[in-house]
């Protein structure tokens, strides 16, 4: 019960469902390549119940995956000085140019822009 109750007040306080935070550390874990079968297992869900739940979030799984990648891909580029090919198949980008695309989608700037600018 106590533990129910804490559990509560760290979702109000977090604004974040135990399911989000639960799934989002399991993404983060797996951000190279991440796996909707392994996710629901992660968090004790089946596919199609975890998706009906990411939906009443208003997210889904590849939605999740993308938001991981792109703050981890712009802590790393803040951070680190490593090549940005190598950044973006860390990540799990199946090319550079797929990751640029995306992140300049994401942020309105290419990865070498937003490097430069130390954001």
Do not use: W
């Amino acid at each position: 019960e106590c533990a129910e109750a804490l559990q509560a007040v760290r979702t109000s306080v977090s604004n974040q469902s135990s399911l989000l935070r639960n799934l989002r550390a399991y993404i983060l874990a797996n951000l190279a390549q991440p796996s909707i079968a392994a996710a629901s297992s992660e968090v004790g869900l089946a596919i199609r119940t975890l998706q009906r739940r990411l939906s009443g979030e208003r997210t889904s799984f590849e939605n999740e995956v993308r938001i991981a990648r792109m703050e981890t891909a712009m802590r790393r580029l803040r951070e680190t000085d490593s090549p940005i090919t190598s950044l973006a198949l860390d990540l799990g980008f199946s090319t550079p140019q797929h990751f640029s695309t995306l992140f300049r989608t994401h942020t309105g700037m290419t990865p070498s822009d937003f490097r430069a600018r130390k954001m």
